[in-house]
């Protein structure tokens, strides 16, 4: 936040009095310079007895000087973030920490609703997930132990093929061999007995690999359901988790509390708010403008001054930060949003405000006071103070008016003496002694 005091050589009623007693020496009688502290005049002391009755005027040197168009309007300060903090559940209040005007950061917490009830179905969800994490890791050994089963009967029935193979070749040449008379028919019998408990095996071994087969996509389905009840159990923890956590009201941004409305002990309600959450260090300032005017400001560029009746004297400097794109129908007018650094805390939310924004600026322009200004028949003027002391009105083209100050396009040049008290009872056409005022000199 930026701000200038506001100062002057002397105040408004210092300088109306001023003014007045000027002007009343000008008919009572003449007036020695020490009557007029604070100010300086052109003509020295030792000035001649005819120069001291003279009517003595304030007059200022014209100067060069930088002068803004400005546009002036009122708005409202805000803070730069607001929020009502609701409970997200609701019970009894049993803790809050924070009063109004305390200072927060993020996830700080505010306040605490009972939750033994919470913490009950917490520690419950936690133990489910124990049991299901247990169920998946037995159901994933037998899955394992399914696959190694497998893997057994396939090597017993690659064995009993083998065996069942050959005894089938024993069979074949031992019938051959009968034929022929070569061997018994008890010799034939026994090869035939031992095919046939080969083949046996051998289809005892196929299948003993389907009922393998069969165990691990049985157990493999369970393993799924298994590894869905865990997952089951898991977000029920963690839904049991978010609800216990959601006892703990919380601060959702940097901020100062504004307002609290209960105290422990009291029931909270999730449509009530607890809290009332503003970010000060930073405030935004709302104004309006008609349609024209509007359109002139560039958001991220036009600079603008706030002032609020608490602090008359200080200035608050910022810029434009957005224009927004709406207007309203009725009053065709439209809004602007200004941001000042609120270190202090000075600016509250609520306040209202005076803004007076800088549109284009002209350089090393020929400035004068405001008040210096007369205006008849719509054309403007100033009485202007010659090297010869002569008061004489001088016809100016006004450019840029602020507040206090105006641009002179044509009329006048730095250092001219003008007028700028009273001039419109200035007698033009006559000599005059000009004081200076003390700023001036």
């Known amino acids: 936040m930026s701000y200038t005091n506001s100062k002057a050589s002397l105040s408004e009623r210092s300088k109306s009095r001023l003014v007045t007693a000027l002007l009343a020496s000008a008919f009572v009688l003449p007036l020695p310079d020490c009557l007029f502290p604070g100010v300086s005049g052109i003509t020295p002391a030792s000035a001649q007895t005819d120069d001291s009755k003279l009517q003595p005027v304030i007059v200022e040197k014209v100067v060069s000087s930088d002068i803004s168009q400005q546009l002036r309007t ?22 809050v ?75 074949k ?8 008379g070569a061997v018994s028919e008890q010799q034939l019998d026994d090869v035939r007995t031992q095919y046939d408990a080969a083949d046996a095996q051998n289809v005892s071994a196929e299948t ?41 009201v919380k ?27 503003e970010q000060m260090d930073r405030v935004k300032v709302i104004g309006s403008l008609v349609e024209k005017d509007l359109m002139q400001l560039q958001a991220g560029k036009t600079e603008a001054s706030v002032r609020v009746d608490t602090f008359a004297d200080r200035e608050f400097k910022g810029t434009v930060t957005s224009v927004y ?45 405001k008040d210096a200004l007369l205006t008849h028949n719509g054309q403007a003027s100033v009485i202007h103070v ?26 006048l040049r730095p250092g001219d003496l003008i007028i700028t008290q009273g001039a419109e009872l200035v007698k033009t056409g006559i000599r005059v002694k000009p004081v200076l005022m003390e700023g001036d000199k």
């Open 74 to 95: 009122s708005g409202e300060i805000l803070s730069y973030q607001g929020a009502d903090i609701h409970p997200k559940i609701g019970g009894e209040i049993i803790k």
């Open 173 to 180: 040449r031992y019938e051959e061999l009968f034929r022929e």
């Open 251 to 277: 601060a959702p941004f940097d901020g100062r509390i504004t307002m609290r409305a209960l105290d422990a002990g009291a029931m909270a309600n999730p449509a009530q708010p607890i809290f009332r959450l």
């Open 325 to 369: 794109p709406a207007i309203t129908s009725k009053t065709r007018t439209g809004q602007f949003e200004v941001v000042l650094e609120n270190p202090e805390i000075v600016l509250r939310s609520g306040m209202y405000a005076t803004i007076i924004l800088s549109l284009q600026t002209e350089k090393n322009a020929v400035v004068v006071p």
């Open 97 to 171: 920490n924070v009063r109004e005007s305390s200072v927060v950061k993020a996830g700080d917490v505010l306040a605490e609703i009972d939750h033994r009830i919470l913490d009950a179905q917490l520690e419950q969800a936690q133990a489910a997930v124990t049991v299901a994490r247990a169920s998946v890791e037995v159901q994933e050994v037998l899955v394992k132990t399914s696959e190694s089963a497998l893997v057994s009967a396939k090597a017993q029935a690659a064995a009993a093929k083998a065996k069942a193979v050959n005894m089938a070749a024993t069979k």
């Open 208 to 248: 003993s690999i389907r009922q393998a087969e069969d165990s691990i996509r049985s157990n493999q389905v369970t393993l799924k359901v298994r590894k869905a009840q865990l997952a089951q159990a898991e977000s029920n923890l963690h839904a049991a988790e978010v609800q216990r956590e959601n006892a703990f």
């Open 386 to 411: 010659t090297s010869e002391g002569m008061a004489v009105r001088k016809p100016v083209r006004v450019g840029i008016v602020q507040e206090t100050r105006a641009q002179i396009i044509e009329g």
